[in-house]
């Protein structure tokens, strides 16, 4: 039953959902497969524009991104929608939540959607949902939508992988923007004002345009506020052209180069870090003999410098 693997590479370039699907699960499991399925595929990437869209529950995210993404198909474009679902506890939950919310798209082979849980991640979502969106460049997305609940620091490493990063406000929700939280305030390229159809909206815009004024502009940016109303579909027009001047001044700017030298930099340390402690860990016997060892360090019967030491020494590390 199992493909070649160059097999399944040459169905995921060629867009085929079902080698998507797989290829996703293989992600999310840290299959063995994912690996080398992402090493043959990378040559093929790099092409895709990534756009991250946050902000507290409820303001209107998915709705947005279903908009959004029937904008760009209109153009042609292929999309790839990844929704990062924090409130689900299991998978199940997080396919069902965004999966009926942007079924409108049911059908268009152009447009693909992937909702993934925040729990129960082997190696951290962060860099799942990377990896997934390199996979879906691979197979020839060119706009790729990820849809993230702005709440924790998680959320915030995820949607920093954008090239682009839209925070969605609402009116009346708890208000104040000192209620924002800081760190999101700070990721934002563009502020949407979803919502704009409720009482407050005025107000809201105001205090934003205020305190955008006090931040820095980055490389000449200065983070504009795109007033929409998603279930309308009002304002989505107005978005995406300021997504793309984004992308104009983010690219000629040189600042894209450096986010994704950053980027990796950061993935390459992880890898790293993961290889190592794999290898170290296997030649010492494993998490039985860290599990020992710990409890050894736990009840005095070692220190933890002597115990990281004889670890290292059997799988060949001096220290
Ligand atoms: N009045 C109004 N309602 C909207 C607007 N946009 C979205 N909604 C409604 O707001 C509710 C929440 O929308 P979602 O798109 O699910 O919000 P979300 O941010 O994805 O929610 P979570 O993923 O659960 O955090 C839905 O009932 C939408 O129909 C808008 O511009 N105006
Ligand atoms: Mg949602």
Same mark, same amino acid.
């Given at each position: ?29 840290? #299959? ?51 929704? !990062? ?23 268009? *082979? ?20 990377? +990896? ?22 998680? +959320? ?42 409720? /009482? ?5 815009? /105001? ?43 983010? /690219? ?30 296997? #030649? =010492? ?8 060892? *710990?409890?050894? !360090?736990? /009840? ?6 002597? =115990? ?12």
């Amino acid at each position: 039953m199992s493909l070649p693997i160059e097999t399944w590479a040459q169905q995921i370039r060629n867009g085929e959902i079902r080698a998507i699907s797989r290829a996703i699960t293989a992600i999310e499991n840290h #299959a063995p497969e994912a690996e080398p399925l992402l090493k043959i595929l990378f040559p093929q990437t790099g092409a895709a524009y990534l756009t991250g869209i946050t902000g507290a529950p409820g303001t209107g995210k998915s709705t947005l991104v279903d908009r959004l993404a029937a904008h760009y198909r209109k153009q042609e474009d292929r999309v790839g929608v990844i929704a !990062v679902d924090p409130t689900s506890p299991y998978t199940g939950g997080a396919i069902l939540g965004d999966r009926i919310r942007m079924q409108s798209h049911a059908g268009d *082979a152009g447009i693909f959607i992937r909702s993934m849980a925040t729990r129960g991640f082997l190696g951290g979502l962060a860099r799942a949902t990377a +990896e997934v969106a390199l996979l879906l460049d691979a197979a020839g997305k060119r706009e790729i939508l990820i849809e993230t609940v702005g709440v924790g620091q998680d +959320e915030i490493e995820i949607v920093r992988l954008a090239d682009c990063v839209v925070v969605m406000l609402v009116p009346g929700l708890g208000d104040d923007i000192q209620n924002m939280k800081a760190g999101l305030m700070e990721i934002g390229d563009i502020f949407v004002l979803n919502k704009s159809d409720r /009482e407050g909206a005025d107000r809201l815009e /105001e205090q934003l345009h205020a305190m955008l004024s006090l931040a820095m502009p980055r490389d000449g940016w200065h983070p504009p506020v795109v007033r929409t109303v998603a279930s309308e579909n009002k304002g989505v027009g107005t978005l995406a052209e300021t997504i793309s001047k984004f992308r104009a001044h983010f /690219e000629s700017s040189g600042e894209r180069v450096k986010k994704h030298t950053e980027h990796w930099r950061n993935r390459l340390l992880e890898l790293i870090e993961a290889r190592l402690l794999e290898r170290v860990l296997n #030649a =010492a016997g494993g998490e039985a003999a860290l599990d020992r060892l *710990a409890s050894d !360090v736990a /009840e005095r019967r070692k220190d933890p410098f002597s =115990a990281v030491s004889e670890i290292l020494a059997k799988s060949g590390l001096k220290t």
